[in-house]
């Protein structure tokens, strides 16, 4: 025991890392290598062992000595018996399951005979093992290799995929000699390049505004085969398509787009979520998937990773024999698949806390701020004998947030505005009142593009947008964000919006989320911020008044 040491290993998984301590980033870095960052307040961090953040570890090459060895270093108190047995139990789970390719066929094999009979006579396994071969290996049907991943890890094992890749279809790529990568950067393209070395595909955790799309320039050129880089939508696509012609030696003819609007495959292909997932009618067929799954990629990039929707699952699934990388701010999906995301992706193999960066000047420093507003009178009978979804309507709409709106617009008068709201009918108010443009789903994408560009540039200082823009929207000046309303409880949402402002600037950036106080507005703020909290950011509290009479 050591009262001067900044952690406490709790007995239910949680470690808690005190800020102000001595030992506070040493302890901090050797965390992350295998605990999962829970939130990061200011004085007291809290961090959670789990399967996927030790099963991360291992695939590092850390064992659980090591995992025990850093805990009783930093910890105040001894390490609870119960978590270091969970810890060894967790990680002997790694790599007892494994895939191999021997003679094109492809092997389920186990270390322990046991554990063998035991997972191929599971009624969810048996349905993809061709004929067991002995006491520890099978014979899988050949496209059964993503499924029985993800199957597995619902059984609590882990499968290591030594099966490797197919070849991809070589292409000359080069990186212009100008482009400079951050030490971060260049720190995640070598841990995935040396991953992907011993078998496996991962993904890349970094903070919005930080350069992702620069990291998965830096992996193309470490493999430079054919690529397919899969987005949330056209813009997205068409920002990879400018990073590629500024940054790297590719002419735009090199570079397809495979979207609603265009069907290219060239040897970059950008196409979209949407696109992979499109079908003429539910239930059939995915009329695009077949098409560019029949390429020789050498590499398949998922940009906002924690975004998959479920149909882009088994495209992941069918995809195995193909080099991984997912590039996203944030693991944390609603619908709690992230182990899913773990299995048919890959491991996360590197991420930097937010607050880092920002400290070390690489992203912005924001102030995040709550407005609180009331709910006017002659609404309260209709939001009481309302259903909750009809509640939430009713308070994201409150029309007392418009005079809040303007006197924040008053105050960053000189200042690059992003309004952010979800409903539609809302930001067609705040048009009419304000005059300014307006971006939301129907908007065509050339004339978002136009309005982008007028953005950046300075011919438009306040920017109107619907939840079209909470991704991969390159706005570089915007510094401040106002959010009117969101999407219930979404902590995605949060800080994919936040995100909007967080790329470096000389100046602080500003966020505000307009709520309406008392109602279930309130409620699912507290959840959507809840992330950004846990990231370090503190919301200043303020009301209505404070905004229209101290401004």
């Given at each position: 025991?050591?009262?001067?040491?900044?952690?406490?290993?709790?007995?239910?998984?949680?470690?808690?890392?005190?800020?102000?301590?001595?030992?506070?980033?040493?302890?901090?870095?050797?965390?992350?290598?295998?605990?999962?960052?829970?939130?990061?307040?200011?004085?007291?961090?809290?961090?959670?062992?789990?399967?996927?953040?030790?099963?991360?570890?291992?695939?590092?090459?850390?064992?659980?000595?090591?995992?025990?060895?850093?805990?009783?270093?930093?910890?105040?108190?001894?390490?609870?018996?119960?978590?270091?047995?969970?810890?060894?139990?967790?990680?002997?789970?790694?790599?007892?399951?494994?895939?191999?390719?021997?003679?094109?066929?492809?092997?389920?094999?186990?270390?322990?005979?046991?554990?063998?009979?035991?997972?191929?006579?599971?009624?969810?396994?048996?349905?993809?093992?061709?004929?067991?071969?002995?006491?520890?290996?099978?014979?899988?049907?050949?496209?059964?290799?993503?499924?029985?991943?993800?199957?597995?890890?619902?059984?609590?094992?882990?499968?290591?995929?030594?099966?490797?890749?197919?070849?991809?279809?070589?292409?000359?790529?080069?990186?212009?000699?100008?482009?400079?990568?951050?030490?971060?950067?260049?720190?995640?393209?070598?841990?995935?390049?040396?991953?992907?070395?011993?078998?496996?595909?991962?993904?890349?955790?970094?903070?919005?505004?930080?350069?992702?799309?620069?990291?998965?320039?830096?992996?193309?050129?470490?493999?430079?085969?054919?690529?397919?880089?899969?987005?949330?939508?056209?813009?997205?696509?068409?920002?990879?398509?400018?990073?590629?012609?500024?940054?790297?030696?590719?002419?735009?003819?090199?570079?397809?787009?495979?979207?609603?609007?265009?069907?290219?495959?060239?040897?970059?292909?950008?196409?979209?979520?949407?696109?992979?997932?499109?079908?003429?009618?539910?239930?059939?067929?995915?009329?695009?998937?077949?098409?560019?799954?029949?390429?020789?990629?050498?590499?398949?990039?998922?940009?906002?990773?924690?975004?998959?929707?479920?149909?882009?699952?088994?495209?992941?699934?069918?995809?195995?024999?193909?080099?991984?990388?997912?590039?996203?701010?944030?693991?944390?999906?609603?619908?709690?698949?992230?182990?899913?995301?773990?299995?048919?992706?890959?491991?996360?193999?590197?991420?930097?806390?937010?607050?880092?960066?920002?400290?070390?000047?690489?992203?912005?420093?924001?102030?995040?701020?709550?407005?609180?507003?009331?709910?006017?009178?002659?609404?309260?009978?209709?939001?009481?004998?309302?259903?909750?979804?009809?509640?939430?309507?009713?308070?994201?709409?409150?029309?007392?947030?418009i005079p809040v709106l303007l006197r924040l617009l008053e105050k960053h008068k000189d200042d690059n505005v992003l309004i952010i709201g979800q409903f539609l009918k809302q930001l067609a108010d705040v048009q009419k009142?304000?005059?300014?443009?307006?971006?939301?789903?129907?908007?065509?994408?050339?004339?978002?593009?136009?309005?982008?560009?007028?953005?950046?540039?300075?011919?438009?200082?306040?920017?109107?947008?619907?939840?079209?823009?909470?991704?991969?929207?390159?706005?570089?000046?915007?510094?401040?964000?106002?959010?009117?309303?969101?999407?219930?409880?979404?902590?995605?949402?949060?800080?994919?919006?936040?995100?909007?402002?967080?790329?470096?600037?000389?100046?602080?950036?500003?966020?505000?989320?307009?709520?309406?106080?008392?109602?279930?507005?309130?409620?699912?703020?507290?959840?959507?911020?809840?992330?950004?909290?846990?990231?370090?950011?503190?919301?200043?509290?303020?009301?209505?008044?404070?905004?229209?009479?101290?401004?």
């Open positions: 025991m050591n009262i001067n040491n900044p952690l406490i290993v709790q007995s239910d998984f949680s470690i808690f890392l005190e800020v102000d301590n001595p030992l506070f980033e040493e302890a901090r870095d050797n965390l992350l290598r295998f605990a999962e960052l829970i939130k990061s307040p200011e004085h007291i961090h809290t961090y959670k062992l789990t399967p996927i953040s030790l099963w991360n570890a291992a695939s590092s090459g850390m064992g659980p000595d090591t995992v025990v060895e850093v805990l009783k270093k930093y910890s105040r108190y001894e390490v609870p018996h119960n978590v270091i047995n969970q810890i060894y139990i967790w990680m002997e789970r790694y790599g007892k399951l494994q895939l191999l390719q021997r003679d094109g066929v492809l092997i389920f094999r186990s270390s322990d005979p046991y554990l063998f009979s035991e997972i191929v006579n599971n009624s969810s396994i048996k349905k993809f093992i061709y004929r067991v071969e002995n006491e520890k290996e099978a014979v899988l049907l050949k496209w059964s290799r993503g499924q029985i991943k993800r199957e597995c890890i619902n059984l609590g094992y882990p499968v290591v995929d030594l099966a490797g890749f197919e070849p991809g279809e070589p292409i000359d790529f080069k990186l212009k000699p100008e482009l400079m990568f951050r030490y971060y950067q260049l720190e995640a393209i070598n841990v995935f390049s040396n991953y992907i070395k011993a078998g496996g595909s991962g993904i890349i955790v970094l903070p919005c505004g930080s350069g992702k799309t620069v990291v998965g320039l830096g992996i193309i050129d470490k493999i430079r085969e054919r690529t397919l880089i899969l987005v949330t939508n056209i813009i997205a696509a068409r920002q990879w398509i400018d990073e590629l012609c500024d940054k790297t030696e590719f002419s735009r003819d090199e570079i397809g787009e495979y979207s609603g609007e265009k069907k290219e495959i060239k040897p970059i292909t950008i196409a979209t979520y949407n696109i992979l997932t499109y079908r003429k009618q539910k239930g059939g067929d995915f009329v695009h998937m077949d098409k560019l799954n029949d390429n020789r990629w050498g590499l398949i990039i998922y940009d906002e990773v924690h975004l998959l929707p479920a149909p882009v699952f088994r495209f992941a699934s069918e995809v195995q024999a193909k080099r991984r990388l997912g590039l996203t701010a944030t693991l944390i999906r609603e619908d709690g698949r992230e182990s899913d995301v773990f299995s048919l992706i890959g491991p996360k193999l590197y991420d930097v806390p937010w607050k880092v960066l920002e400290k070390q000047g690489w992203i912005s420093a924001v102030i995040c701020n709550e407005v609180k507003v009331d709910l006017p009178e002659n609404y309260g009978y209709k939001y009481a004998l309302s259903s909750r979804r009809m509640k939430f309507q009713i308070a994201s709409m409150n029309e007392r947030k009142v304000l005059g300014a443009p307006l971006i939301t789903g129907s908007t065509p994408n050339d004339e978002r593009k136009i309005l982008y560009e007028s953005f950046r540039v300075g011919k438009i200082k306040i920017l109107i947008v619907s939840k079209v823009a909470n991704f991969a929207i390159d706005l570089p000046d915007a510094n401040v964000a106002i959010q009117i309303s969101g999407t219930f409880g979404s902590r995605q949402e949060e800080a994919q919006r936040l995100g909007r402002i967080l790329r470096p600037k000389e100046n602080l950036a500003y966020f505000y989320s307009i709520v309406t106080s008392g109602t279930v507005e309130e409620d699912y703020s507290e959840k959507r911020q809840r992330f950004l909290t846990e990231q370090g950011y503190r919301y200043r509290i303020l009301r209505e008044e404070e905004i229209l009479n101290n401004l």
